[in-house]
Antibody, heavy 121, light 107 residues
Framework: QLQLQESGPGLVEPSETLSLNCTVS??????????WGWARQPPGKGLEWLGTIYYNGDTYDNPSLRSRITISVDTSKNHFSLKVNSVTAADTAVYYC?????????????WGQGTLVTVSS | EIVLTQSPGTLSLSPGERATLSCRASQSVTSDFLAWYQQKTGRAPRLLIYSATSRSPGIPDRFSGSGSGTDFTLTISRLEPEDFAVYYCQQYGTSPWTFGQGTKVEI
């Protein structure tokens, strides 16, 4: 059974960089049948798509955040990562990693449990 | 970007009743790449419907999706107690992929 698990600091100071990993078990980020991605949800609010990545490093990200986010994949560790730099309180959210249902445009069919990241000094 | 507007914001119904949720797009959704998710408090979203009308594996047949272009509907034919949750639509045909603001189905 495919499982995804987010990990990283729960508290980040303003202007610093938020870094999260998503470890995949029961599957492989090298599987050419799927994309992998990130979404977030501020407390009490709706969902926002951040971006997706393929095993070869091809990425598609949200233009509203493009200058601040980096999504990468490490096939040797079977995980993929998210970095958001220059964070502010507006970046406080539950961050989810997920698998896309296939290659190309596809919804997220498997999700991690999510991890709350708070931006505060 | 494509803005998705869901209505109503809240739907108050009883178990056994039919729920009809709407999702309207600000422009046509490419290839009807429209998904519906269910989210319960403190949990990750769960994929229900993709490509506007296809049920995800393991999803009960009381959930159905319809629509095309800019107008889409999620129907729950007979509400079960476990169906009370927040439902989101998402378009993934045009970058950036976007979500609606959600419809809460409450008792």
């Amino acid at each position: 059974q495919l499982q995804l698990q987010e990990s990283g600091p729960g508290l980040v100071e303003p202007s610093e960089t938020l870094s999260l990993n998503c470890t995949v078990s029961g599957g492989s980020v090298s599987d050419r049948s799927y994309y992998w991605g990130w979404a977030r949800q501020p407390p009490g609010k709706g969902l926002e798509w951040l971006g997706t990545i393929y095993y070869n490093g091809d990425t598609y990200d949200n233009p509203s955040l493009r200058s601040r986010i980096t999504i990468s994949v490490d096939t040797s560790k079977n995980h993929f990562s998210l970095k958001v730099n220059s964070v502010t309180a507006a970046d406080t959210a539950v961050y989810y990693c997920a698998r896309c249902q296939g290659v190309g445009p596809n919804p997220f069919d498997y999700w991690g449990q999510g991890t709350l990241v708070t931006v505060s000094s | 970007e494509i803005v998705l507007t869901q209505s109503p914001g809240t739907l108050s119904l009883s178990p056994g009743e039919r729920a009809t949720l709407s999702c309207r797009a600000s422009q046509s959704v490419t290839s009807d790449f429209l998904a519906w998710y269910q989210q319960k408090t403190g949990r990750a979203p769960r994929l229900l419907i993709y490509s506007a009308t296809s049920r995800s594996p393991g999803i009960p047949d009381r959930f159905s999706g319809s629509g095309s272009g800019t107008d889409f509907t999620l129907t729950i034919s007979r509400l079960e107690p476990e169906d009370f949750a927040v439902y989101y639509c998402q378009q993934y045909g045009t970058s950036p992929w976007t979500f609606g603001q959600g419809t809460k189905v409450e008792i």
